[in-house]
């Protein structure tokens, strides 16, 4: 039985994979600058409470625990991604051994996880993402652990995980439904028919229910979020993009992962844990049907992936030494070529210079410089969303020393959207001009109820579309241009900064907005 294989010198030989993880994020998460959404994330820090408008609560504490312990920093802010980024590599690892896997399984499993793409750029960012991927790969190995014991103390684990997994990201509850109905479908349902799933289902809602009851008197604003995503961004997804998708994101690492779903199908020496395949096909599905981005479903391939590395254990054990060898190096090698699309392991002058070599020379990876809008780049957008933040807040600042004392008493500062909002809140504590203002994201919920100022400090991220809007409904009195950002690499190209004087029109217009938008 594949729970006799417990050595414990595979435990620590898979702590050399979680090193190996840990020192590659380390060297490369200090380059560039914040990303946009880690902004937002960090600004939580500053507002704790039980949910967000685009994301629940766990974030926020993380946040706040990282500034608090570990500084302001991009360094800083990534520690916790990177400690995260490990664990799911340890418990990859402890499921190739619930599996009955040994070191070629191992060592397979894990490496090709290390050097997945997907998974090389989304596990460094402070971001949901990564934390989400953990919740997901812990749940998988707690119901592991049950089947292969019947401990009935791993329900009540993963009960606590899935709640957690929800405080992260709303994405676990439909993984978990995955999961129960593979079970349900599965040989193994019997497992679940016992009174402790009903002690692990309470602990799960008694997680969630600060969060829910927060949803519920706030007008759940997860469905306002959703639908915007969906005609903003989603809507760029075909499900036949999302196929290609899931088809290129792991590199050569895909025939790993599909091998392990052909196994966890097919193996007779798998077969308790075929659940596995159903939840991923009914994971998939569904998102394929809701125009889900790629990455939602990330934290599914690591069971996969362990799957893969004991398939491949099993069908190459009369091999020698040599043939593994070049299985290891075959399935995982070749992803190395990617790193400098994915993390930030080179200078910005020879990331570009990768870029230019890769897209002459290798047009399969086109996919990762297209961006939400459906179009190709000069780089990917999560390394243009990392630059220009510090310029942009320069230039505030620079508008706002322009100002006397007595006029910076009467002045407010203001940006368009989320990413402008977070990154002068950010930088407003390193330059000590006022709080920012924003209508988008979450920042409504803290917003002032009207605008009462002399001078308002505006980042315009239509590059003075919406101060010609102003001008002709006679909302300002003037305006002034202070700067733009120039950098061509960046989002925020030509959003731009002026200092304008609002009459009481534009509170008119700003008063009815904030409230629209705070039953959203």
């Known amino acids: 039985m594949p729970y006799k294989n417990r050595k414990s010198t595979y435990v620590y030989f898979v702590l050399i994979f979680v090193f190996i993880k840990v020192v590659l994020n380390l060297f ?136 957690f997994g929800i405080l992260t990201k709303y994405t676990m509850l439909f993984f978990a439904a995955s999961l129960l109905i593979g079970i349900l479908i599965s040989k193994q349902r019997k497992l679940l028919f016992n009174k402790h799933i009903l002690g692990a289902a309470l602990i799960t809602i008694i997680i969630v229910l600060p969060n829910l009851i927060w949803q519920l008197t706030h007008h759940m604003p997860v469905f306002t979020h959703m639908k915007a995503l969906r005609e903003q961004q989603l809507d760029y997804i075909t499900p036949a993009n999302f196929i290609k998708q899931q088809l290129l994101v792991n590199g050569i690492a895909l025939f790993v992962w599909l091998n392990g779903l052909a196994f966890l199908i097919f193996s007779f020496r798998l077969r308790n844990f075929q659940f596995m395949a159903l939840a991923y096909a009914l994971i998939f599905i569904f998102l394929l049907m809701m125009d889900g981005k790629n990455y939602y479903i990330f934290g599914a391939y690591p069971m996969l992936f362990a799957a893969g590395g004991f398939g491949f254990e099993r069908l190459l054990k009369t091999s020698g030494y040599a043939l593994r060898t070049a299985a290891i190096v075959l399935f995982t090698a070749p992803n190395l070529i990617l790193f400098p699309i994915v993390l930030p392991i080179l200078p910005l002058p020879q990331t570009l210079a990768f870029f230019r070599f890769a897209d002459k020379n290798i ?60 990154a002068l809140h950010h930088y407003g504590k390193q330059y000590g001009y006022p709080d920012v203002i924003s209508l988008n994201s979450s920042f409504t919920i803290w917003a002032p109820d009207s605008l009462k100022c002399k001078y308002m400090i505006y980042v315009d991220d239509g590059g003075g579309k919406n101060i010609k809007e102003f001008v002709a409904g006679n909302m300002i009195g003037s305006f002034i241009k202070v700067g733009e950002v120039t950098n061509p690499l960046a989002r925020e190209k030509g959003t731009a900064v002026f200092i304008i004087t609002p009459n009481y029109r534009l509170n008119e217009r700003y008063s009815p907005e904030l409230a629209r938008k705070r039953l959203e």
């Open 28 to 163: 490369a998460i200090s380059h560039f600058g914040f990303h946009r959404d880690e902004f937002l994330h960090l600004v939580l820090a500053d507002h704790l409470d039980w949910g967000y408008k685009e994301v629940p609560p766990f974030i926020a504490l993380l946040a706040k625990i990282s500034i608090t312990c570990f500084g302001n920093s991009v360094f800083a802010a990534r520690l916790f991604p990177t400690l995260f980024a490990g664990l799911i590599i340890l418990l990859t690892g402890l499921i190739v051994i619930e599996f009955g896997g040994k070191k070629f399984a191992i060592t397979l499993a894990c490496l090709s996880l290390i050097f997945a793409p997907a998974f090389v750029a989304s596990d460094y960012l402070f971001q949901p993402v990564v934390f989400d991927q953990f919740w997901w790969v812990i749940t998988v190995w707690l119901l592991v652990k049950y089947l292969n014991t019947t401990d009935v103390r791993y329900l009540y684990w993963l009960g606590a995980a899935i709640g």
């Open 363 to 422: 047009p399969a990876i086109r996919f990762a410089m297209t961006w939400e809008d459906g179009k190709t780049h000069a780089t990917t957008q999560d390394y243009a969303d990392m630059l220009g933040w510090d310029d942009m807040a320069a230039l505030v600042n620079k508008a706002y020393q322009s100002l006397s004392p007595a006029d910076q008493k009467q002045t407010i500062v203001y940006a368009d959207n989320y990413g402008e909002a977070g």
